[in-house]
């Protein structure tokens, strides 16, 4: 089993930026992609950026090329987004997830492990 705990989420203003972290306990001697995930009240979990276990492959959601890094620390057994130039409609409880593969994958289905997510709240 892995577990995974998120901090880093917050309040901020629009335009402004957040760092949130994924830091993974357990047995975490195996290899993991890892992603990130978010869900907005009334809406279904959707996929935002994705991280092979090498770090050489990342995946991003449209709505948030450009705006958003994903990165990882192996050696920490923590995972990164940063996320600027904030908008309102990145509002949502993000969560971190970890894959049994170390394939990176855009795919809600392929993630094993979820973290409680994370509330991010982007208003002024």
């Known amino acids: 089993q892995v577990q995974l705990v998120e901090s880093g989420g917050g309040l901020v203003q629009p335009g402004g930026s957040l760092r949130l972290s994924c830091a993974a306990s357990?047995?975490?001697?195996?290899?993991?992609?890892m992603g990130w995930f978010r869900q907005a009240p009334g809406k279904e979990r959707e996929f935002v950026a994705a991280i092979s276990w090498s770090g050489h492959t990342t995946y991003y959601a449209d709505s948030v090329k450009g705006r958003f890094t994903i990165s990882r620390d192996n050696a920490k057994n923590t995972q990164y987004l940063q996320m600027n130039s904030l908008k309102p409609e990145d509002t949502a409880v993000y969560y971190c997830?970890?894959?049994?593969?170390?394939?990176?994958?855009?795919?809600?289905?392929?993630?094993?492990?979820w973290g409680q997510g994370t509330q991010v709240t982007v208003s002024s």
């Open positions: 997830a970890a894959c049994s593969t170390p394939i990176a994958t855009m795919s809600i289905h392929f993630y094993d492990y």
């Open positions: 357990g047995r975490t001697s195996g290899t993991y992609a």
